[in-house]
Protein backbone atom coordinates (compact mmCIF):
# COMPACT_ATOMS: atom_id res chain seq x y z
CA UNK A 1 0.00 0.00 0.00
CA UNK A 2 1.10 3.42 -0.77
CA UNK A 3 1.49 5.66 2.50
CA UNK A 4 0.96 9.60 2.03
CA UNK A 5 2.87 11.57 4.87
CA UNK A 6 1.78 14.99 5.39
CA UNK A 7 4.04 18.29 6.96
CA UNK A 8 3.43 19.70 9.15
CA UNK A 9 0.58 18.34 11.03
CA UNK A 10 -0.07 21.75 12.23
CA UNK A 11 0.61 25.36 10.88
CA UNK A 12 0.34 28.51 12.68
CA UNK A 13 0.50 31.33 9.81
CA UNK A 14 -1.10 34.66 9.92
CA UNK A 15 -3.54 36.48 7.66
CA UNK A 16 -1.38 37.44 4.19
CA UNK A 17 1.14 34.94 4.65
CA UNK A 18 2.32 32.86 1.92
CA UNK A 19 2.09 29.45 3.25
CA UNK A 20 3.38 25.61 1.33
CA UNK A 21 2.05 22.61 2.83
CA UNK A 22 3.79 19.19 1.90
CA UNK A 23 2.81 15.44 0.99
CA UNK A 24 5.44 12.79 0.50
CA UNK A 25 4.15 9.53 -0.98
CA UNK A 26 5.98 6.47 0.16
CA UNK A 27 6.61 5.59 -3.96
CA UNK A 28 6.37 7.15 -7.17
CA UNK A 29 2.33 8.33 -7.91
CA UNK A 30 2.97 10.46 -11.00
CA UNK A 31 0.82 12.93 -11.51
CA UNK A 32 -2.04 11.38 -9.68
CA UNK A 33 -2.18 13.93 -6.22
CA UNK A 34 -5.22 15.83 -5.20
CA UNK A 35 -5.80 18.32 -2.58
CA UNK A 36 -8.56 19.18 -0.51
CA UNK A 37 -9.73 21.34 2.42
CA UNK A 38 -11.74 20.68 5.49
CA UNK A 39 -13.60 23.36 7.19
CA UNK A 40 -14.88 21.82 11.28
CA UNK A 41 -18.50 20.40 10.62
CA UNK A 42 -18.27 20.00 6.54
CA UNK A 43 -16.77 17.68 4.08
CA UNK A 44 -14.08 18.09 2.26
CA UNK A 45 -13.75 20.04 -0.69
CA UNK A 46 -11.67 19.47 -4.07
CA UNK A 47 -9.25 22.27 -4.61
CA UNK A 48 -6.74 21.04 -6.95
CA UNK A 49 -6.80 17.81 -8.66
CA UNK A 50 -3.58 15.96 -10.81
CA UNK A 51 -0.84 17.49 -8.94
CA UNK A 52 -1.48 21.13 -10.36
CA UNK A 53 -5.14 21.78 -11.80
CA UNK A 54 -7.15 24.39 -10.02
CA UNK A 55 -11.15 22.70 -9.49
CA UNK A 56 -13.31 25.34 -10.71
CA UNK A 57 -14.51 27.67 -8.65
CA UNK A 58 -11.44 27.75 -6.67
CA UNK A 59 -9.57 30.99 -6.26
CA UNK A 60 -6.31 31.58 -7.66
CA UNK A 61 -4.13 31.97 -4.52
CA UNK A 62 -3.97 28.18 -4.30
CA UNK A 63 -1.40 26.15 -6.52
CA UNK A 64 -0.18 22.68 -6.32
CA UNK A 65 3.13 21.44 -7.94
CA UNK A 66 5.42 18.11 -7.41
CA UNK A 67 5.75 14.81 -9.34
CA UNK A 68 6.72 11.25 -8.46
CA UNK A 69 6.87 11.33 -4.83
CA UNK A 70 6.72 15.10 -3.46
CA UNK A 71 4.15 17.56 -3.46
CA UNK A 72 3.35 20.81 -2.33
CA UNK A 73 0.10 23.12 -2.11
CA UNK A 74 0.76 26.45 -2.01
CA UNK A 75 -1.38 29.64 -0.82
CA UNK A 76 0.02 32.98 -1.98
CA UNK A 77 -1.86 35.38 0.67
CA UNK A 78 -3.72 33.70 3.21
CA UNK A 79 -7.48 34.73 3.77
CA UNK A 80 -9.30 34.23 6.97
CA UNK A 81 -11.66 31.48 5.37
CA UNK A 82 -8.56 29.54 4.00
CA UNK A 83 -8.23 28.68 8.07
CA UNK A 84 -8.84 24.78 7.93
CA UNK A 85 -7.56 20.77 7.35
CA UNK A 86 -6.01 20.32 4.23
CA UNK A 87 -5.82 16.71 2.87
CA UNK A 88 -3.48 15.36 0.13
CA UNK A 89 -5.21 11.93 -1.35
CA UNK A 90 -3.07 9.98 -4.40
CA UNK A 91 -5.11 7.96 -6.92
CA UNK A 92 -2.34 5.74 -9.01
CA UNK A 93 -3.03 2.69 -6.95
CA UNK A 94 -5.52 2.34 -4.97
CA UNK A 95 -6.54 5.37 -2.96
CA UNK A 96 -4.56 6.47 0.05
CA UNK A 97 -5.41 10.12 2.13
CA UNK A 98 -2.93 11.80 3.85
CA UNK A 99 -3.48 12.60 7.49
CA UNK A 100 -4.13 16.07 6.78
CA UNK A 101 -2.32 20.09 7.75
CA UNK A 102 -4.31 22.01 10.21
CA UNK A 103 -3.39 25.43 9.28
CA UNK A 104 -4.43 27.49 12.38
CA UNK A 105 -4.19 31.40 13.16
CA UNK A 106 -1.40 32.46 14.62
CA UNK B 1 -26.04 21.85 -9.49
CA UNK B 2 -24.59 18.74 -8.26
CA UNK B 3 -26.12 17.46 -4.96
CA UNK B 4 -25.14 13.97 -3.26
CA UNK B 5 -27.36 12.99 0.00
CA UNK B 6 -26.99 10.21 2.38
CA UNK B 7 -28.75 8.35 4.21
CA UNK B 8 -29.19 5.33 6.03
CA UNK B 9 -27.12 6.40 8.97
CA UNK B 10 -27.17 5.43 12.67
CA UNK B 11 -26.27 3.45 15.99
CA UNK B 12 -25.62 -0.13 15.57
CA UNK B 13 -24.69 -3.24 17.48
CA UNK B 14 -21.18 -4.99 16.31
CA UNK B 15 -21.86 -7.67 13.98
CA UNK B 16 -25.20 -6.29 12.28
CA UNK B 17 -25.83 -4.59 9.53
CA UNK B 18 -26.55 -1.27 8.09
CA UNK B 19 -27.24 -0.36 4.47
CA UNK B 20 -26.56 3.32 3.36
CA UNK B 21 -27.79 5.58 0.13
CA UNK B 22 -26.93 8.14 -2.03
CA UNK B 23 -29.07 9.75 -3.76
CA UNK B 24 -27.39 12.19 -6.26
CA UNK B 25 -28.79 14.88 -9.13
CA UNK B 26 -27.32 17.47 -11.55
CA UNK B 27 -24.94 15.27 -13.18
CA UNK B 28 -25.06 12.25 -15.38
CA UNK B 29 -25.14 9.44 -13.23
CA UNK B 30 -24.79 6.75 -15.20
CA UNK B 31 -21.60 7.81 -16.96
CA UNK B 32 -20.23 8.19 -13.20
CA UNK B 33 -17.85 6.44 -10.98
CA UNK B 34 -18.89 6.88 -7.39
CA UNK B 35 -17.28 6.01 -4.44
CA UNK B 36 -17.76 5.68 -0.82
CA UNK B 37 -15.27 6.94 2.07
CA UNK B 38 -15.47 7.67 5.29
CA UNK B 39 -14.15 9.76 8.23
CA UNK B 40 -12.89 8.39 11.77
CA UNK B 41 -13.47 10.00 15.02
CA UNK B 42 -9.80 10.93 14.82
CA UNK B 43 -10.52 12.64 11.35
CA UNK B 44 -8.54 10.23 9.48
CA UNK B 45 -10.13 10.15 5.94
CA UNK B 46 -10.12 6.13 4.59
CA UNK B 47 -11.61 5.45 0.65
CA UNK B 48 -13.98 2.61 1.49
CA UNK B 49 -15.34 1.45 -2.14
CA UNK B 50 -15.43 2.41 -5.73
CA UNK B 51 -18.14 1.08 -8.55
CA UNK B 52 -17.51 1.89 -12.07
CA UNK B 53 -20.27 2.49 -14.81
CA UNK B 54 -21.77 0.34 -16.86
CA UNK B 55 -19.44 0.62 -19.53
CA UNK B 56 -16.58 -0.29 -17.28
CA UNK B 57 -19.21 -3.53 -16.44
CA UNK B 58 -20.19 -1.98 -12.88
CA UNK B 59 -16.51 -3.28 -11.68
CA UNK B 60 -16.54 -2.97 -8.30
CA UNK B 61 -13.12 -2.23 -5.08
CA UNK B 62 -12.80 -2.72 -1.82
CA UNK B 63 -10.45 -1.12 0.65
CA UNK B 64 -9.01 -4.15 2.27
CA UNK B 65 -10.36 -3.27 5.67
CA UNK B 66 -13.59 -3.98 4.58
CA UNK B 67 -13.77 -6.16 2.06
CA UNK B 68 -16.40 -9.45 2.40
CA UNK B 69 -18.14 -7.52 4.81
CA UNK B 70 -19.40 -4.20 2.58
CA UNK B 71 -20.94 -4.22 -0.42
CA UNK B 72 -21.37 -1.16 -2.97
CA UNK B 73 -23.78 -1.15 -5.19
CA UNK B 74 -26.01 1.10 -8.07
CA UNK B 75 -29.19 1.76 -9.66
CA UNK B 76 -28.84 4.27 -12.58
CA UNK B 77 -32.84 4.31 -12.52
CA UNK B 78 -33.05 6.23 -9.40
CA UNK B 79 -29.35 7.92 -10.04
CA UNK B 80 -28.80 6.32 -6.30
CA UNK B 81 -25.12 4.34 -4.79
CA UNK B 82 -25.62 2.34 -2.08
CA UNK B 83 -23.51 0.72 0.41
CA UNK B 84 -24.36 -2.53 2.28
CA UNK B 85 -22.51 -3.13 5.38
CA UNK B 86 -22.03 -6.18 7.29
CA UNK B 87 -20.65 -7.67 10.39
CA UNK B 88 -19.80 -4.13 11.69
CA UNK B 89 -17.45 -2.90 13.72
CA UNK B 90 -16.42 -0.98 16.57
CA UNK B 91 -13.67 -0.01 14.27
CA UNK B 92 -16.00 0.92 11.25
CA UNK B 93 -17.38 3.97 13.19
CA UNK B 94 -17.49 6.83 11.04
CA UNK B 95 -18.85 9.45 8.50
CA UNK B 96 -19.51 8.05 5.80
CA UNK B 97 -19.22 10.23 2.52
CA UNK B 98 -20.76 9.25 -1.06
CA UNK B 99 -19.13 11.20 -3.69
CA UNK B 100 -18.49 11.35 -7.53
CA UNK B 101 -15.13 10.80 -8.74
CA UNK B 102 -13.81 11.76 -5.51
CA UNK B 103 -14.49 15.46 -6.91
CA UNK B 104 -18.02 16.28 -5.27
CA UNK B 105 -18.80 15.59 -2.27
CA UNK B 106 -21.92 14.33 -0.05
CA UNK B 107 -22.44 15.86 3.23
CA UNK B 108 -21.97 12.26 4.98
CA UNK B 109 -23.78 10.36 7.13
CA UNK B 110 -22.77 8.64 10.64
CA UNK B 111 -22.69 5.45 11.66
CA UNK B 112 -21.59 4.14 15.00
CA UNK B 113 -20.71 1.13 15.96
CA UNK B 114 -21.43 0.14 19.57
CA UNK B 115 -22.96 -2.19 22.30
Known amino acids: DIQMTQSPSVLSASVGDRVTLNCKASQNINKYLNWYQQKLGEAPKLLIYNTNNLQTGIPSRFSGSGSGTDFTLTISSLQPEDFATYFCFQHNSWNTFGAGTKLELK | EVQLVETGGGLVQPGKSLKLTCATS????????MHWVRQSPEKQLEWVAQIKAKSNNYATYYAESVKGRFTISRDDSKSSVYLQMNSLKEEDTAIYYC??????WGQGVMVTVSS
Open chain 2, 99 to 104: TWGNSY
Open chain 2, 26 to 33: GFTFSNAW
